[in-house]
Nanobody
Framework: QVQLVESGGGLVQPGGSLRLSCAASGSIGSIYTMNWYRQAPGKQRELVATITTGNVTTYADSVKGRFTISRDNAKNTGYLQMNSLKPEDTNVYYC?????????WGKGTLVPVSS
């Protein structure tokens, strides 16, 4: 079973940047959709960004223009570049991959945005 591992989280000041990575433990090929979600304590998980097999990207309004999702199929890795971070971006960030209808989730990485 392929597993996903997120990395790159950590404390960042408002206005700062981070790049999250989502690495698959095995090959997931090139036919998949990758999503990044985030969830704060006591709140519902929120879809932040999506990249499809054809590299079409979509973003939540709250991050549009600040976050960029990308993927490197050769490395079985996806990324979420986060710029101009705000305190309200503080969340646990999860990556999710949908491969032929199978949903695979990572365990999340914490991103606290605070001065």
């Amino acid at each position: 079973q392929v597993q996903l591992v997120e990395s790159g989280g950590g404390l960042v000041q408002p206005g700062g940047s981070l790049r999250l990575s989502c690495a698959a433990s095995g090959s997931i090929g090139s036919i998949y959709t990758m999503n990044w979600y985030r969830q704060a304590p006591g709140k519902q998980r929120e879809l932040v960004a999506t990249i499809t097999t054809g590299n079409v990207t979509t973003y939540a309004d709250s991050v549009k223009g600040r976050f960029t999702i990308s993927r490197d199929n050769a490395k079985n890795t996806g990324y979420l570049q986060m710029n101009s971070l705000k305190p309200e971006d503080t969340n646990v960030y999860y990556c999710n991959v949908i491969v032929y209808g199978t949903y695979i989730w990572g365990k999340g990485t914490l991103v606290p945005v605070s001065s």
